[in-house]
């Protein structure tokens, strides 16, 4: 079995993407982007949850390499668990044609041979059935005569009771007749790819829809630093395909939107504020819901986390759990604003806790303030669902939640600095630049949720420790900030 090879399946698919982030990939690796934390523990996620479908076949031997990017070994331990009649092999490794696959089990059941990759999403995509179509061009071409392929993935059916039931968490889909389907487009597409690669300079390839789908491309930091700040790119609300289809008219920056060029209401504003230069207030609307609210305030803020395997019993795989809130409360207008948190331990159920504290902390008049409703409204919901004896006071609480993103989503009130947005993180900077994400250990919902999975499996006391600070620190950020926007927002209406 020759092992060496000049794609893999991950470049084949960078390559279907987009020539140029394959090219670049291979002879110019060093623009490439650095990974973000949120992407690498989507990574992690996926690793974690490929260990856990091994379970679906037991006994099964490991042909991974033992260091990483040691493929030819991988080839090679593939090709001698077979020989030895190996029934089940994870991680097997096939090149046909200079092109590596590593299939994530593969399994010999009463002579015939069953490919499974396995996927920590909840549904199959079409990326995905043409990643498993390459597998099987691969393996077949290598002489293993398959009878099926499958996407292993998460059924978000699946309610943990004890220990976790793999047979039950996963779910198997057959997806050999779309792969069947893809292997001329594979066959075709080879040859193409290798060509590219060889040629002496960079495809000429402008940037376009195809930066961001499937997925978001890593060599962005290159191929758009010369994208202005202000450029349309930034207009909200709008897709990338309408987006590059004003790009290709040639209008790259904001101001450059003709008045007449069809936008929807909130861009139109964004555009006229960003040439003006000019904040909008709409008073009347503004004074209404500012007049609406009712002191004490409770400015209040949750943080949660989905874990794809459950972790608490009558969970579901990527349930949204609530882990943590942060409380910033004001008496008064004018008043000085106190501060309650909550953040759980880490292998505890948190939910029970997580209502308790809430209910004992949060005022029990005057309104309580959220940055989108909805999410917050949903998992209080959730929880008074789940403990029926706080229903009544959960219903109390409910019926007194107001949203401040409310006055920014409407344009009640816009910056030019929000570019388009009406998120917090949007919001914040424009309205109170002093205050920022940016010094913050964690400084998105995103990572949050990551590093509270993290302190599941953290044995490192100092890790721990600095972990939960920085959840801390975030969550009471996210209140603060509430804080601070409000009382802009009542100076500008003075
Ligand atoms: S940023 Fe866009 S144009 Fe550049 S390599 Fe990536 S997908 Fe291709």
Avoid at 32 to 50: C, L, W, Y
Avoid at 130 to 154: F, M
Avoid at 236 to 259: L, S, T
Wanted: hydrophobic residues 35%; negative net charge; aromatic residues 12%.
């Amino acid at each position: 079995m020759a092992t060496i090879h000049i794609l893999s399946k991950s470049t084949f698919l960078r390559g279907v993407q987009c020539d140029k982030s394959l090219y670049l990939y291979k002879h110019y690796y060093e623009l490439k982007d650095e990974i973000s934390p949120e992407k690498q523990a989507i990574f992690s996620r996926g690793t974690n949850v490929g260990l856990l479908a091994q379970q679906l076949f037991p006994g099964g031997i490991d042909a991974s390499p033992e260091s990483p990017f040691k493929y030819a070994e991988s080839v090679e331990k593939t090709r001698q668990l077979l020989e030895k009649g190996q029934k089940v092999i994870y991680e097997a490794a096939f090149v046909y044609d200079e092109v590596l696959v590593a299939l994530d089990i593969l399994v010999n059941q009463d002579g015939k041979w069953y490919a499974f990759e396995v996927k920590s999403s909840t549904r199959i995509t079409d990326t995905y059935r043409l990643d498993a179509a390459l597998q099987y061009w691969v393996i077949t071409n290598c002489g293993i005569d398959l009878e099926d392929i499958s996407i292993v993935n998460i059924d978000t059916k699946y309610i943990k009771n004890g220990e976790v039931e793999v047979k039950k968490l996963f779910t198997k889909t057959s997806v050999l007749k779309d792969v069947k389907k893809h292997q001329s487009f594979i066959e075709g597409k080879i040859p193409n790819l290798k060509k590219m690669i060889s040629q002496p300079s960079v495809p000429n390839v402008k940037i376009g829809p195809q930066c961001f789908s499937p997925y978001e491309c890593d060599f962005m930091g290159h191929c758009w630093k010369n994208i202005s700040k202000d450029s349309i790119f930034e207009l909200g609300g709008m897709n990338k395909i309408d987006q590059f289809k004003m790009y290709e008219k040639g209008i790259e920056r904001i101001n450059e939107v003709p008045a007449n060029y069809p936008l929807r209401q909130n861009q139109r504003i964004q555009v006229d504020q960003f040439n003006k230069q000019e904040v909008l207030v709409d008073r009347s609307e503004l004074k209404k819901f500012l007049n609406g609210l009712e002191y004490p305030l409770s400015f209040f803020d949750v943080e949660t986390f989905m874990p794809a395997v459950p972790v608490y019993d009558g969970t579901r795989p990527y349930e949204n759990l609530p882990f943590q809130y942060s409380l910033h409360v004001k008496e008064q207008k004018e008043a000085f604003s106190k501060h309650f948190e909550f953040l759980a331990e880490a292998g505890i159920d948190p939910r029970k806790s997580f209502i308790e504290n809430f209910l004992k902390q949060v005022e029990k008049e005057g309104d309580i303030l959220v940055y989108n409703q909805a999410f917050e409204t949903s998992i209080l919901k959730n929880l008074a669902r789940l403990f029926p004896e706080y229903k009544q006071e959960m219903a109390q609480v409910l019926s007194r939640i107001k949203d401040l993103m409310l006055p920014f989503k409407n344009r009640w009130y816009y910056h030019p600095e929000m570019k388009g947005s009406f998120s917090i993180k949007g919001v914040l900077p424009a309205l109170v630049p002093e205050l920022s994400y940016e010094e913050l250990g964690i400084g998105s919902g995103s990572i949050a949720m990551s590093s509270f999975e993290q302190l599941q499996s953290e044995t490192d006391i100092f890790k721990i420790a600095e972990i939960r600070q920085h959840l801390l620190d975030y969550c009471k950020m996210d209140t603060f900030a509430m804080v601070k926007i409000l009382e802009v927002l009542e100076r500008s209406v003075e």
